[in-house]
C-alpha cells in the first residue's frame, strides 16, 4: 500500500506541471491572486511545491502535520497579513490547492485503493482545516501587532508598495483601512538623499528614518496648506535615500524642503497607486544616473527626467514616443505646433537670432514662444540638462511625425 503511494508521490514531485496546475488553478480561481503581478509568483509557486511536497509525504507514511509544518504555515500566514493579502483568500488557495492535488492524484493513479483514496482525502480535509486555524490565529496576532505599532506599520505599509508587495488595491485599501488611514488617489513619490559630498563621492551612509521623518514633517505644513486632512504620507527609507509618498497637491513644496535641508530629489506623480514599485524605480534610477548640472536648488527631477534617463539607459517604462509626449506636453498638439518649431529651430541653430532668421520671425517673437515653452514644460531651453530633455523628446516626436507622413 505504502509503496504503491511512494510511486505515485514521486512521480508527482517530478513532473513540474503539478505545482503548475496548483498555481494556474489559483491565480485563476482567487481574484486576489489573480491581481498577483509577475514578481509575486514565484513566491506561489515555490509555497505550493513546499506544501504539495509535505502533503504527498504524510499520505504516503500515514502521518500528519507536525509542529515544523505549523510554524511554516504561521510564518506564511503572518508575512500575508503583512503585506495586505486577505486572510479568507489565502485559506480559499488552499483550499484550491487541496482539490488540484486530489484531482492530480486520480488521474495518476485511477487504480488506487478505496484506502488509499480515504487516506489522502482524510489527509487533504484535516490538514486545510488544521491549517486553517493555525493560520487565521497567526494573521490576527500579527494584524494586531502590525496595528499597534502604528508607525513601524505604516513604513512597513510604504516599504511593500515601493517592493510591489500588494495583491490588488482592494488588499491595499484594507491594509491601509485597518491601519486607519486613506492613501492619496492622486500622489506624488519623492525620493530624495543628501546633496553633500559625501553623495557626491559615492560612499553615502544609510539614512535613518529620523531624517525620513523630518523630510515628512517639513513639508506637513504645506500638506495641510494644500492637500486634503483625510489622507495620510507615508515615509521610510531605501538605503542612503529618504523615500516619501504625498497627497499631490505637496509637490509644488517639495524643492523649497529639498533647499533648505542641502538635499536633491526625484518626484514621480504620473503613475497610479497600485504602480508605486515602479514609480519607485523611476525616481532611484533617475538619482543614479542624473549629472550633476542636471539638480538645480530651485526645482527637482520629475517624470520627463526620469523617463529620458531611463530610455538612456536602456530601461524604458514606456515606449519612447510616450516618453516625449511625457517631456513636451501639450507642445505635441497641433494648435501648438509654432512652438515646437520655435524650438527645433533655437535647438538646432543654438540661439534666438539665429532661429528667427531660419524661421523668418522677429528674435522677439522667438524669444516669447521660448518663453511659452518653459511656461507649458516646465522646461528652460536656456538650461543645458533642460534642452537635453527637450531635444531628445522633440527628436523623437518629430521623428514619429515625419514617419508618418511617408
Keep these: 500500500m505504502t ?17 503548475e496546475a496548483v498555481v494556474d488553478a489559483v491565480h485563476e480561481q482567487v481574484p486576489a491572486y489573480t491581481a498577483l503581478d509577475g514578481g509575486r509568483l514565484p513566491e506561489v509557486r515555490a509555497i505550493a511545491a513546499w ?25 506564511i500566514a503572518a508575512a500575508r497579513a503583512a503585506d495586505g493579502r486577505p486572510l479568507q483568500a489565502v485559506l480559499r488557495a488552499y483550499r484550491v ?22 487516506a489522502l482525502a482524510r489527509l487533504l480535509l484535516t490538514a486545510v482545516d488544521t491549517i486553517s486555524e493555525e493560520m487565521t490565529t497567526a494573521y490576527a496576532a500579527t494584524s494586531e501587532r502590525l496595528t499597534g505599532d502604528r508607525d513601524r506599520s505604516l513604513q512597513l505599509l510604504l516599504d511593500d508598495l515601493i517592493a510591489g508587495r500588494h495583491a490588488s488595491l482592494g488588499a491595499l485599501d484594507a491594509r491601509a483601512s485597518r491601519l486607519g488611514v486613506q492613501l492619496p488617489e492622486r500622489y506624488c513619490l519623492l525620493v530624495a538623499e ?27 505644513g504645506e500638506e495641510a496648506r494644500g492637500a486634503s486632512q483625510a489622507t495620510t504620507s507615508l515615509a521610510t527609507t531605501h538605503g542612503s535615500r529618504a523615500v516619501l509618498l504625498l497627497p499631490a497637491a505637496c509637490v509644488d513644496a517639495v524643492p523649497d524642503v529639498l533647499r533648505r535641508h542641502a ?51 536602456g530601461h524604458p517604462v ?17 494648435a501648438q505646433r509654432h512652438l515646437l518649431e520655435a524650438l527645433t529651430a533655437y535647438i538646432d541653430t543654438g540661439s534666438a537670432n539665429a532661429a528667427a532668421r531660419s524661421l523668418h520671425l522677429h528674435p522677439q517673437s522667438v524669444r516669447y514662444r521660448l518663453r511659452r515653452v518653459r511656461d507649458i514644460t516646465s522646461r528652460d531651453p536656456q538650461d543645458p540638462w533642460q534642452r537635453l530633455t527637450l531635444d531628445i523628446a522633440r527628436t523623437i516626436v518629430l521623428g514619429g511625425q515625419n514617419a508618418q507622413v511617408y
Design 51 to 75: 506544501a504539495t511536497d509535505r502533503l504527498l509525504d504524510h499520505w504516503v507514511t500515514d502521518g500528519a502535520i507536525g509542529d515544523a509544518d505549523l510554524r511554516r504555515f504561521r510564518g
Design 97 to 118: 490547492a487541496a482539490a488540484v492535488v486530489a484531482a492530480e492524484v486520480a488521474v495518476r493513479a485511477p487504480r488506487l485503493s478505496a484506502q488509499d483514496a480515504f
Design 318 to 334: 514606456v515606449s519612447p514616443d510616450q516618453t516625449g509626449r511625457i517631456v513636451l506636453g501639450p507642445l505635441v498638439d497641433g
Design 194 to 220: 543628501p546633496a553633500g559630498p559625501a553623495v557626491l563621492d559615492g560612499n553615502p551612509s544609510d539614512m535613518s528614518l529620523t531624517t525620513s521623518t523630518a523630510l515628512l514633517t517639513a513639508l506637513a
Design 263 to 313: 538635499w536633491r530629489g526625484c518626484v514621480i506623480s504620473g503613475e497610479s497607486l497600485e504602480r508605486v514599485a515602479v514609480a519607485h524605480r523611476l525616481a532611484a534610477g533617475a538619482l543614479d544616473t542624473a549629472p550633476p548640472h542636471a539638480h538645480h536648488t530651485d526645482r527637482v527631477l520629475t517624470d520627463a527626467d526620469a523617463h529620458v534617463l531611463a530610455l538612456l539607459a
Design 3 to 19: 509503496n504503491k503511494r511512494e510511486r505515485v508521490r514521486q512521480e508527482l514531485l517530478a513532473d513540474s506541471r503539478l505545482v
